[in-house]
């Protein structure tokens, strides 16, 4: 049995490109201790797929990319650019 090293979620909540979603991704999959295999098998996905969206490809569609994020329980959250920094104030009032 291979052994999962639990990563850091991104310290910066802004979502601003693959590679952050990716990140997060890597985070929840590893927090939960789940090998790549196995959460693709749980998830229903390839193993490619949820590789190359861990690694940032951008050639995972959207609609796969939120499955996965929202399966492994990864909440994303839409706001106004003139609302922010405030949003990320708040946000940062819950860690």
Request: positive net charge; glycine residues 8%; without cysteine.
């Amino acid at each position: 049995m291979r052994t999962v090293t639990p990563k850091s979620f991104p310290p910066d909540p802004e979502l601003r490109n693959p590679q952050q979603l990716g990140a997060a991704i890597r985070a929840a999959r590893t927090q939960a201790g789940l090998t790549l295999a196995d959460a693709a098998l749980t998830l229903g996905v390839a193993k490619q797929t949820l590789s190359d969206l861990e690694r940032g490809k951008s050639t995972v569609g959207l609609g796969m990319a939120l499955q996965i994020a929202s399966g492994l329980g990864v909440a994303l959250f839409m706001t106004p650019a003139s609302k922010r920094e405030q949003s990320k104030m708040k946000l940062a009032e819950l860690k």
